[in-house]
Structures are given as C-alpha cells and as structure tokens.
C-alpha cells in the first residue's frame, strides 16, 4: 500500500511536467486544429538557452541561488515563447489556408529544423549537457519517500502556471477572444478581434509554458541533449489527448493521469512496462470515450 | 503570402539543413588520404555520429582517422592508403542496417565500426555476407560473438565479464539483495541478464527481477521507489553514462546511497565516461564502476600509465580530450592494418585468417582474440568514484 502510495506522489512530479507540456499542446489544437509537432523542441531549445544563460550567470553555484534561477526562467519563458510565436508567423500564418496536414508536415519539418540546430550550434552539438545548476538534494519525507524542497517547488509552480492559463483563458477578454477565435474564426474577425494576434499569443503562452518546463527540467533532472524534446513531446500529446485535446484543464488532468499511471505501472509491474500501461490507458480512454477525459466542450471551447 | 513563395521557402529552408549536414558530415569527415600509387584501401566506419551516443561514436572515429593518417604518412599499407568512409548508425538498429548495406555497396574491404551493440548486432550478418573483416572498437555484448561469425573480432573484451565482476564486489560486500536494471538496450539487457546469473550463482538474490527502464526515460522515481520497498542494498545498472548519472543522482536525493544511504551502486562499462562523472557530481562519489582492465588504465579513465603520446596527438589533432574508448578504435585499424600486412593482401578473407592468429601489444595491452572472436586477456577493473574521479576500488574483489 505505502509502495502504491509513493507511486502516486512520483507520478504527480512526474505529471506535472507532462501537464505543462500538454498545455500547449492543447491550447494551439484548440484555437488552430494543428497538432504541433515541434513544440516539443521549443522545450528543448528552451532548455539549451537557459543552460548558456546559467551558465554564464551562476558559476560558482552548483546548486545556485534559487532567484537567479527564477529570473533565467522567466527571461527564458519569454524567449521560449517568442521562438514559438515567431515560428507560428513564418511558418504556420502564411500556410493558414492550407490544408490542416500541411501545416503538421510543416511542423515535423520545423522540429528537425530546430533539433539539427541545436546540434550543429557551437558549444550545444550531440553531447549530453550537464546543466549548471541543479536542485539540492534536501526535503522532507512523506510516507516511506523522501522529495526534496526542489520537487515540491517545481509541482507548485506548474500549479500555478496552469491555473494562471485557466484563469486567462475563462475570464479575460482575451480569453474570451480565445475562444472566439477557437469556435469561429471568420465571426471572430468579423467582431472586430485581431485574429492573428490572438493566434501568436496562444503560441506565445504555448512555448512560454515548455520554456518554464524546460528550466525545471534541467535543475532537477540536471541532463540536457537535442533529442530530449522528442520523447516529452509525445508524452505531452497523449497526455493532452488523454485528458481532450484543446481542453485547458484537459491537459493538466491528462498529464497528472499519465505520470500516476506509468508510475503505478512500474511499481506493479515494473519498468520495461510503463509505456505500455501509460498507452494502454490511452488506448482503453480513447475506446470508452473517444474525445478524451474532458473531451466533450471540444468543438465549443478551448 | 501565396503558395509559391512558400514553396520557395520550403526549398530553401531545405537547402540550409542540407547545408547544415554537410557541416556536420564534412567536420567529421576531415581525412583526405593523399592520392596514393594503387588502390586506396576502403574501410567503412560504422558509428554513431548523431543521436545520444554521438559524443562517444566521435571519440572512437576521431582515434580510427588518427590511426589510419599515421599509417598513410608512412606510405599505408602494401602501398594502399587507407580511407575511411564513415557512416552513421545512430546508435539505432534500422540506421545501421542501412549503413551497413550503403557501405557493403561502396565496396569497403573491412569494417571497423560499432560501439552500440544494439546497432551492431543486426549489421553483422550482412557483413558477414560480403565476406569483410569486422573488428568493433568498442561494442561488446556477449551476443555479439555467438552467432558464429568467422569475421567479428571484439577489441573490447566482452561484457560478459562485468556482471561477473559486478556479482563478486557484491559477494565481497556482503551484499545478497540485489536490485538489476537495464536500458532496455541490447547490449544493457545482455549484461544484465549476464549480471543476474552471476548474482544468483553467487547466492544472492535479485529482487524483482532484472527490470528495464527505458533509454529515453530521465526520471527513475518509480523505480526508486520499488528498490527503497525491496529492501535491495546493491544496485546494478548495466545501461549508458548519462542515464547513470540520472539514476545516481536521484538515488543519492533519495537517501538510498550517498551520504544518507548504505547501498552501492554499481555501473557496467557503457556508464564510465567523463559526462558520468559531471552528471552525477556529488552524488557521483562512493559509486562503482566495471570496466576491462586493458581500457581502464588507458585514455582518460584512470589517467595512471595512460599513453600521454597518444592523448596529446588526438588532443592537438581534434582540440579535445580522448574518450575512454578512443585507444580501443586506434588499435581496431591497427590490427587491421598488421593483419593485411602479415597476410601480404588486402583480400578479405586472407585479412581475416590472419586476424585470428594475429598478437600485437596495442595501446590498450596485448591485442589477440580467442576462436569466436573475443578479445583474449580480458580481466576486469572495479572502479570507484572518489572526489569526482575514476579510482581503482581497494579491495579488487576475487573472481
């Protein structure tokens, strides 16, 4: 019992992550129908600039002053979801009209793109990275687990994140233009919204959210490489699928289920089949109800 | 924007990554042999040069071109210079069973490539198929030399030997409850079963099986979890350096070894690497490490005896350090080259009836191989971490 409770508290951590991801996942299928495949690699290049940036702010600190980190992560949130933005303007604006698989073989291009990048980028390249600072090894015991003061803090941000995006998205204006844009996009322009700009602001939030994920990343798992955006990504799409896809809460319900689920398969049946419970999950979801968890406001709301 | 100019910057989008790869190709590629009199004496080089094991496959390729341009300086062999055509297997199976394939079709006369056992593997039978020598620097999964192969040879001893190790540092210890866990690689399951076996035969036990993780995973929380509720007082990880540092790290928050915990952990060759050592930090201390007793003393990992000619040419040649596995690619074209000289040909099949009876002493010690393949003398090393570096473990424990 204890050992399924500790499962459960590992695939919180765990989930808070893929929640993150998930978000932005989610909210750009919602408002543009395009399941982005490159937006796990703007997690990663998040991940190779807030390395250069700590590195050349925190030498010194193995463990770093936690505010530096604070404010590397939100410089590097901003960056994050520039990239994301920018890329949304270049690439996925001009392709509008096309096609919706169009756009999504745009999108596997961009994340090569991005993932060759990197590594052809002077001090980035093939090798595993070791990021310069990473979270202390002291916490607090609960049941028979111990979790660190770093782990607890990372849950608590993605909480707040999310419910920051919720927030946004169900009662501001702008969420609401969100949603406008999401339900009917020739009514939203014709109600005076500027259509694009709220496209590039869910972009913006979209990386910005894989950028604070990134960081977090590297100060607890203290490992970065080019590849990593790929098997997060795909982690973060089932859980945005899992939870419904284009649903806010959807996400960071799908991504909780998805870490409890893989933390609980291992603990049950151990590692080799983590992947296989987590997508036999979704699997069995997807039968009992196609549109996911909190599929069923899809076609309405974001 | 309408469709063309799209389509136009699609093209040149294209352009700049084919651009992009023939930088990362072309840097790589750096060893234009000098035009010799007859024939050049193709070897392809099957390694990872992209993905998670590229720094390792750069290292081993950098060696083999320093190898191959040192014997071309002195006129190559039997008049043939040698060049390497490198091809990337990505450490992946289905990449290097195309690799293989492209290089066979570009009519290499050997191969000397590998370091991932998993990518090796189902390249060997179609070069035994072509009918070339097949000496691997640095992949050594007992699976490798069972398939009754006549052209494989292992330069690295096989890794059959660090379970074995692994088992008797365990029995040295005291340690009976073991907890076992691989990459889900070909070459980590091997050992790992290996590692189980010596274990059991040890009289210990291994708790919840040997258990796989897989190689993309960063988070070991799960299975952390299971080894604190298993009791297990030794910990066997026979996968990659960067997951081990993961692991260790995650370990030592978790209050399992380090400072706070009294099980050790033990790491199979594929985790000793420098990246290890930074990765891990701290948590890196007090863990160990098996590794062949020829390449612990070589290169970088121990830096006692160390061939300081060798690591300062490859320094002054590529601008950085050696890998562990460096010395064993310049002794695969070593023996290569002394086989073809000693059977007076570079025909295949003469060049490997002279591999087998082939005994040179290379870089990393006496290089000779027993009928299937295997690397002969192949003792191990127990290492362990002390202050961020690779130590000889004091006691070695007794086969």
């Known amino acids: 019992m204890s050992l399924l409770l500790n499962e459960i508290g590992n695939g919180i951590f765990l989930g808070a992550f893929f929640g993150l991801v998930a978000l932005g996942y989610s909210m750009v299928y919602g408002i543009l129908r395009l399941i982005n495949f490159a937006h796990g690699d703007f997690y990663m290049v998040a991940a190779f600039v807030s390395y250069t940036i700590l590195g050349a702010v925190a030498v010194g600190h193995s463990h770093g002053h936690w505010w530096t980190v604070v404010w590397v992560g939100l410089v590097v949130m901003v960056i994050t979801g520039a990239l994301a933005a920018l890329a949304n303007q270049l690439i996925y604006r001009p392709m509008r009209r096309a096609a919706i698989l169009s756009l999504m073989i745009a999108a596997i291009g961009l994340s090569q793109v991005l993932e060759n990048g990197v590594l052809v980028t002077p001090h980035w390249g093939a090798t595993y990275l070791v990021y310069p600072v990473t979270t202390p090894p002291r916490g607090f015991n609960l049941g028979s687990n111990h979790y660190t003061w770093g782990q607890l803090f990372i849950v608590l941000i993605s909480g707040l994140l999310a419910l920051g995006v919720y927030f946004l998205v169900g009662r501001t204006l702008l969420g609401k233009a969100m949603r406008a844009v999401s339900e009917d996009r020739i009514a939203a322009t014709l109600m005076g919204i500027n259509v694009d700009l709220v496209i590039a602001i869910v972009f913006f939030i979209g990386g910005a959210l894989a950028g604070a994920a990134a960081v977090m990343t590297g100060v607890y798992y203290g490992q970065i490489n080019y590849l990593m955006g790929f098997t997060v990504g795909l982690e973060a799409f089932t859980a945005a699928v899992l939870g419904g896809i284009g649903n806010i809460g959807g996400a960071v319900l799908g991504g909780l289920i998805l870490g409890i689920v893989q933390s609980i398969g291992t603990g049950i049946f151990g590692a080799e089949w983590s992947i296989v419970v987590a997508f036999g999950a979704l699997v069995l979801m997807l039968w009992i109800r196609p549109t996911g968890l909190l599929g069923e406001r899809v076609a309405r709301r974001m | ?399």
């Open chain 2, 1 to 399: 924007m309408n469709r063309n100019s799209f389509k136009a910057r699609i093209l040149a989008s294209g352009v700049v990554v084919a651009g992009m790869l023939t930088v990362v190709t072309g840097a790589t590629g750096g060893a234009a042999s000098a035009a010799a009199k007859s024939s050049p004496y193709l070897i392809g080089v099957p390694m990872p040069m992209t993905g998670a094991e590229a720094q390792a496959g750069t290292q081993i390729y950098n060696a083999e071109l320093m190898a191959a341009q040192q014997i071309n300086k002195k006129g190559g062999v039997l008049g043939h210079q040698l060049k390497l055509i490198e091809q990337d297997d990505a450490c992946d199976a289905g990449t290097a069973v195309n690799a293989a394939n492209l290089l066979v079709s570009k009519g290499v006369q050997a191969e000397v490539g590998g370091y991932c056992s998993g990518a090796t593997l189902p390249a060997e039978p179609i070069i035994a198929r072509a009918g070339i020598p097949y000496v691997m620097p640095a992949a050594n999964s007992p699976e490798l030399t069972t398939g009754g192969y006549k052209n494989v040879f292992l330069i690295d001893p096989s890794g059959a030997g660090d379970g074995a190790e692994a088992a008797a540092f365990f029995k040295q210890q005291g340690i009976k409850k073991i907890f076992i866990i691989d990459d889900q690689s070909s070459f980590g399951v091997a050992i790992a079963n290996a590692a189980a076996k010596d274990i059991k035969a040890n009289g210990g036990t291994v708790t919840g099986g040997v258990q796989s993780i897989p190689a993309t995973s960063n988070d070991f929380s799960a299975v952390i979890s299971q080894i604190k509720s298993s009791g297990a007082k030794g910990i066997y990880w026979s996968g990659y350096f960067a997951q081990a540092a993961q692991f260790a790290t995650q370990l030592n928050a978790a209050g399992i070894i380090g400072a706070h915990g009294s099980a050790k952990f033990v790491v199979a060759d594929g985790s000793v690497d420098a990246t290890y050592l930074s990765g891990a930090g701290a948590a890196g201390n007090g863990t160990y490490a098996t590794i062949a007793a020829l390449a612990s003393g070589v290169g970088n990992v121990l830096g006692t005896h160390a061939d300081q000619v060798f690591n300062a040419a490859y320094r002054k040649e590529f601008k950085a350090a050696p890998g562990p596995y460096s010395t064993f690619g310049y002794d695969a074209i070593t023996a290569l080259v002394l086989a073809a000289k000693d059977a007076k040909s570079i025909a295949p099949a003469r060049v490997i009836a002279k591999l087998h009876t082939l005994s040179f002493n290379g870089l990393t010690g006496k290089v000779s191989f027993d009928k299937t393949g295997n690397r002969l003398g192949a003792v191990m090393d127990l290492l362990e971490v002390v202050n961020g570096k690779y130590t000889l473990a004091k006691p070695q424990p007794k086969l």
